[in-house]
C-alpha cells in the first residue's frame, strides 16, 4: 500500500506540467465548442469523458458544418484509431497478473502525453503512477475547456494561437530525453519527422487524414525498428492483445 501511495504521489508530481500544458492547449478547444454551439457544461462534460484532442476537435468541427450522426463516427473512428495501437504497446508495459479493473481505468484515459511518460519507464509500469497522472492531468484538460468556452472569445487571437502550441513543448520534453540515452531512438525520433513531412507533401498521402497517415506511420516504422533492432528480454510474457 505505501508503495502505490508513492507511486501514485510519483504520478501527480509528472502529471502537474501535463496537466499546466492540457490548461492552455484545450483553451482553444473550448472555443471550437461554442462556435460548434455547446454551452460551457456540454464541452466540459465530453473533455471529461472522451479525453482525446484531435478527436474532440474533429467533432466539435463536424458538428458546426451540421454534419450527419454516421460522418462524425466514422471521423472518430479514423482519428481516434491510433489509440489502438497505445493501448497494445501500453498492455506489454503492464504487470502480467495485473487486475483487470486496473486495464479499465488505464484504458479509459490512452492519449499521446500520458502514453510518452508510461512508455518511458524502465520497468514495468506501476498502475498507480498511471492514475496518479491521470489524477492531475484530467482536470486541468477540462477545466481549460470550460475556461476556453466560457471567456475564450475575450482573449486576443494572436494569445489564443499562443497557447495552442503548448503541447509540442510537452512533446519535446518526452522524447528528448530518451533520445539522449538511445541513438536508436533519435534514428526513429528524427525518421518518424522526416516521413511525417514527405507524406503530408506527397500528393498522394496529402489527402489522406492525418490520423491515418499517423497510423500508417506507426506501423511501418515501429515494425521497421523491432525488426532491426528487437529489444532482448529475459522472459518472455504473454501480450493481450494476442489473446
Request: charged share 15%; proline share 5%.
Amino acid at each position: 500500500m505505501n508503495t502505490n501511495r508513492k507511486q501514485f504521489s510519483r504520478g501527480l508530481r509528472v502529471g502537474i506540467p501535463i496537466s499546466l500544458g492540457y490548461l492552455a492547449v484545450s483553451f482553444t478547444l473550448g472555443i471550437t465548442a461554442k462556435n460548434a454551439g455547446l454551452s460551457a457544461f456540454q464541452a466540459t462534460l465530453t473533455s471529461l469523458l472522451v479525453n482525446a484532442s484531435a478527436g474532440q476537435y474533429a467533432a466539435f468541427t463536424m458538428m458546426a458544418a451540421q454534419g450527419g450522426y454516421l460522418e462524425i463516427a466514422i471521423l472518430e473512428a479514423i482519428t481516434n484509431a491510433r489509440y489502438i495501437l497505445m493501448s497494445c504497446a501500453l498492455s506489454q508495459k503492464l504487470p502480467p497478473n495485473g487486475k483487470l479493473w486496473h486495464r479499465l481505468v488505464i484504458g479509459f484515459n490512452v492519449n499521446d502525453e500520458l502514453f510518452g511518460m508510461a512508455i518511458a519507464e524502465p520497468d514495468k509500469l506501476k498502475p498507480a503512477y498511471y492514475f496518479g497522472m491521470m489524477a492531475a492531468a484530467m482536470p486541468g484538460w477540462a477545466l481549460g475547456t470550460f475556461l476556453g468556452t466560457s471567456v475564450g472569445n475575450v482573449l486576443p487571437g494572436n494569445v489564443i494561437s499562443a497557447l495552442s502550441v503548448g503541447l509540442y513543448g510537452m512533446f519535446l520534453a518526452v522524447i528528448i530525453p530518451a533520445a539522449k540515452k538511445s541513438k536508436v531512438i533519435l534514428g526513429v525520433v528524427t525518421v518518424s519527422m522526416a516521413a511525417s513531412f514527405a507524406l503530408e507533401s506527397l500528393p498522394l498521402f496529402s489527402q489522406m487524414a492525418s490520423g491515418t497517415r499517423l497510423i500508417l506511420l506507426t506501423i511501418v516504422i515501429a515494425g521497421g525498428a523491432a525488426l532491426l533492432f528487437p529489444v532482448r528480454e529475459e522472459k518472455k510474457e504473454e501480450d493481450p492483445c494476442e489473446s
